[in-house]
C-alpha cells in the first residue's frame, strides 16, 4: 500500500490529485473548529456527556468531534448520507427514477441534482431539530428569534457546504469524497482513544493495564479480520456460447461473477445504530426518570453498556444486512443479462434457474457477511460491559475500523487503477 502511494506521488496528475484531496481535508477540519454565535461556551462540554450511549454519540465519531463542540460542522455528513440512502430505496421503489438510473450517465446527473436537494432539506430539518436540543438543555445565550434563524442557517449552510467540498473531491481528487471526509474525521479521534488506551496502561493498577492490553489485541485483531473478510468473494463460473458470424466465431470465453461477501459495506451497522440508539436519543428531550422506576430500567437496557443493547444491535445488523442485499443487487436483472448475451452458469439452467441459483448462493454469503459485520460492531461493546463502561467511545470502535479500513483499500485501489492506465504500454510501443 505504502509502495503504491509512493508510486502515485511521483506522477504529476496524480500527485496534484493527492494534493488537491488533503487540502480538502484541512479545509474541513478548520470547518470542524469554527463555532458559530449564541453558544455558551461553558456548557459545550455537556453535550458529549448527555449523548453518551445515544445516538448523539456515534454522530459525533463521524463528524470529528464537531457535534460535541457545536461548531459549524456539527452535522457532518450525515445528511448526504442520509440523503444518498433515500434516493438509493426511492430509485428502487419509483419506476421514474428507475429509469433515471438505466440512462447512465445522464440520468445519474439528474439523480444527483435531486440528492442535492433532499441533502439541503434534511440538513435544514437536522439543524432545527439540533437548535432544539441546544436550546432545551440551556446551552444557548440567546433564545430570541433571530439568534435561532442565525444557528439553523449556519448548520444547514455547513451541512451542504460538506456535500459540495465531499463532491470536488470525486470531480479532482482521489477516492469518495464522503468516504474520504469520514475517514479523516475517525482519523482525528484516534490521538483521544490512544490517549485513553495508555492511560489504563500507565495507571498501576492490574485491571488498568488488561484493558488496555485487551483494547490492543481487539484492535489489531479486527483490523486482520476485516482486511481479509472485505477482500473475500465467492466468484461464480460464466461461460459465454459459442457464435459464428461469417467465416470469424465470436464468444466462447469463460468469466467469472464475484459476489462480495461484505457486499453491503457498513450500512446494515449505521441502520442498525440507528434503530437501536432511538430510545436514549428520544430521552434527551425529556426530563431524566428516577432511578429505580420503570422508565430509568427501561432506558438502561438501550445504554451502550448493556447486554440487550449488544444483542440487539447484532440482530438488527443481520436483518437489514438482508435487507440492503435485497434493494441493492437483483439476482433476476443479473440472470436476463447473461441470457441476452448467451451467459450461463455451468450446470445450471438459463432464466428463472439462474436466478435462484444466484439467490441461494447470495443469501449464505450474505449471511456469513452479517455474522461477520456483527462480530466486528458488538465486540468492541462487549468488551466495554464487561470494563464496566470504561472504554467509552471505544465501544463504536468496530463501525470505526470497518469503515477506516473500507475506505483505505478503495483509496488504494483507485490510485492503483490510475497508475496501471498511466504506465500501461501497448502494442504501439
Not at 441533502?119 to 435561532?148: P, S
Not at 457546504?161 to 468516504?179: C, F, K, P, T, Y
Not at 436483518?319 to 448475451?341: C, M, Q, R, V
Request: charged share 10%; aromatic share 10%.
Amino acid at each position: 500500500m505504502f509502495k503504491t502511494f509512493a508510486n502515485a506521488w511521483k506522477l504529476t496528475d496524480l500527485r496534484k490529485k493527492i494534493l488537491f484531496t488533503l487540502l480538502i481535508i484541512v479545509l474541513y477540519r478548520v470547518g470542524v473548529a469554527i463555532p458559530i454565535p449564541y453558544l455558551n461556551p461553558a456548557m459545550l462540554g455537556e453535550i458529549a456527556k448527555m449523548a453518551e450511549g445515544s445516538l448523539f454519540q456515534y454522530l459525533n465519531i463521524l463528524s470529528g468531534n464537531a457535534f460535541s463542540q457545536a461548531t459549524l460542522f456539527a452535522l457532518g455528513v450525515s445528511p448526504y448520507i442520509t440523503s444518498s440512502i433515500v434516493m438509493q430505496l426511492l430509485t428502487i421503489a419509483i419506476p421514474a427514477l428507475e429509469r433515471l438510473a438505466k440512462e447512465g450517465q445522464d440520468g445519474q446527473k439528474v439523480i444527483n441534482k435531486i440528492t442535492r436537494y433532499v441533502t439541503v432539506g434534511l440538513g435544514l430539518i437536522t439543524a432545527l431539530g439540533y437548535y432544539v436540543l441546544l436550546r432545551n438543555q440551556g446551552m444557548l445565550t440567546d433564545t430570541g428569534v433571530f439568534a435561532a434563524i442565525v444557528m439553523i442557517t449556519c448548520y444547514c449552510a455547513g451541512s451542504s457546504l460538506v456535500m459540495w467540498v465531499a463532491e470536488r473531491v470525486n470531480d479532482h481528487g482521489i477516492g469518495n469524497g464522503i468516504s474520504v471526509i469520514l475517514l479523516a474525521n475517525i482519523v482525528s479521534g484516534l490521538p483521544a482513544m490512544i490517549m485513553s488506551v495508555w492511560t489504563h496502561l500507565v495507571s498501576g493498577k492490574i485491571s488498568g493495564i488488561i484493558i488496555a492490553i485487551v483494547s490492543l489485541i481487539i484492535g489489531l485483531g479486527m483490523v486482520v479480520f476485516v482486511v481479509f473478510m472485505n477482500e473475500s468473494e465467492r466468484r461464480l463460473p460464466i461461460q459465454y456460447a459459442k457464435k459464428v458470424v461469417g467465416r470469424k466465431m465470436y464468444g466462447g470465453q469463460s468469466s467469472t461473477l464475484p459476489l462480495k461477501l461484505t457486499m453491503t459495506g457498513v450500512m446494515p451497522i449505521i441502520f442498525a445504530n440507528s434503530i437501536v440508539t432511538i430510545p436514549a436519543t428520544i430521552a434527551l428531550f425529556f426530563p431524566t426518570p428516577k432511578e429505580g422506576s420503570f422508565w430509568a430500567g427501561f432506558l438502561g437496557l438501550f445504554q451502550s453498556t448493556s447486554w440487550v443493547y449488544a444483542l440487539l444491535t447484532f440482530l438488527l445488523i443481520i436483518a437489514f444486512a438482508y435487507f440492503y442485499t435485497a434493494i441493492s443487487f437483483n439476482p433476476i436483472e443479473i440472470s436476463n443479462n447473461l441470457k441476452k448475451n448467451g451467459g450461463f452458469i455451468p450446470g445450471i439452467r438459463p432464466g428463472k434457474p439462474t436466478a435462484d441459483y444466484i439467490t441461494k448462493i447470495l443469501n449464505r454469503i450474505t449471511l456469513i457477511g452479517a455474522i461477520f459485520l456483527g462480530i466486528i460492531a458488538v465486540v468492541p461493546m462487549i468488551a466495554n460491559i464487561i470494563a464496566q463502561g470504561n472504554l467509552g467511545a471505544l465501544a463504536f470502535s468496530g463501525n470505526s475500523i470497518i469503515i477506516v479500513v473500507g475506505v483505505i483499500l478503495e483509496t488504494t485501489r483507485e490510485i492503483e487503477s490510475q497508475l496501471t492506465s498511466h504506465h500501461y504500454k501497448g502494442f504501439l510501443e
